[in-house]
């Protein structure tokens, strides 16, 4: 079945440590994004690309970085300078955007905690 | 992209009745769609309403769009246990990434 996959479920960081969130799809899909999700809140972007070897910083990109060296993978590295880190990530994707955007397709998310 | 504002932010109903939820954004847009989310999942896309539409169906769900009053409906109907969740609407079209308000949480009481 095609869809996206994110891992792990439950991550643990230590404080100063740098931690990769893994997102990958098989749905061919161009488009791919990163959220942020707080407790009660709505989701924010962090970073979202269109296309291979191209991205483009979301609302709240301080802390994070990504790559786009595939078509079917997009990592989150979650660095030492997120101050606040814990939070739910959710990694989506859709088959492109602009004018005629499509309906994204989510992961099940990776709720990062740090301890 | 621009985040929509959803209202109310929550609701109770007796499972079988129906629940509506309405969404609000600033700016002009090409199309519009609504999410659910179970606690601790991902979203799950339910419905896109393009600008030149007015309705759409699908299932028990049915979306009006009100591009002069920028304003868009969800309503469930004859509502399920399982419809507890939280309902996000995006206003889309833009260049950039969808943005999500808060969104409704749904609760149906048995």
């Known amino acids: 079945d095609g869809g996206i996959t994110q891992s792990p479920k439950y991550l643990f960081r230590k404080e100063g440590q740098n931690v990769t969130l893994s997102c990958e799809q098989n749905l061919n899909h161009d488009a791919m994004y990163w959220y942020r999700q707080d407790p009660g809140q709505g989701l924010r972007l962090i970073y979202y690309s269109q296309i291979v070897n191209d991205f483009q910083k979301g609302d709240i990109a301080e802390g994070y970085s990504v790559s786009r060296e595939k078509k079917e993978s997009f990592p989150l590295t979650v660095t030492s300078a997120q101050k606040n880190p814990t939070a739910f990530y959710l990694c989506?994707?859709?088959?492109?955007?602009?004018?005629?955007?499509?309906?994204?397709?989510f992961g099940s998310g990776t709720r990062l905690t740090v301890v | 992209s621009q985040q929509g504002e959803e209202d109310p932010q929550a609701l109770s109903i007796q499972e079988g009745e129906n629940a509506t939820m309405n969404c609000s954004y600033k700016?002009?847009?090409?199309?519009l769609q609504w999410y659910r989310q179970n606690s601790g999942r991902g979203l799950v896309h339910l419905i896109l309403?393009?600008?030149?539409?007015r309705e759409k169906h699908s299932g028990r769900l049915r979306v009006t769009l009100d591009t002069s009053k920028k304003s868009s409906s969800l309503l469930i109907t004859a509502s399920r246990a399982a419809d507890t969740a939280s309902y996000f609407c995006?206003?889309?079209?833009?260049?950039?990434?969808?943005?999500f308000g808060k969104g409704t949480h749904l609760i149906i009481q048995p």
């Open positions: 309403i393009r600008s030149n539409e």
């Open positions: 995006a206003p889309g079209g833009g260049a950039d990434g969808l943005t």
């Open positions: 989506a994707s859709s088959p492109g955007q602009g004018a005629y955007d499509y309906g994204y397709t």
């Open positions: 700016t002009s847009i090409n199309n």
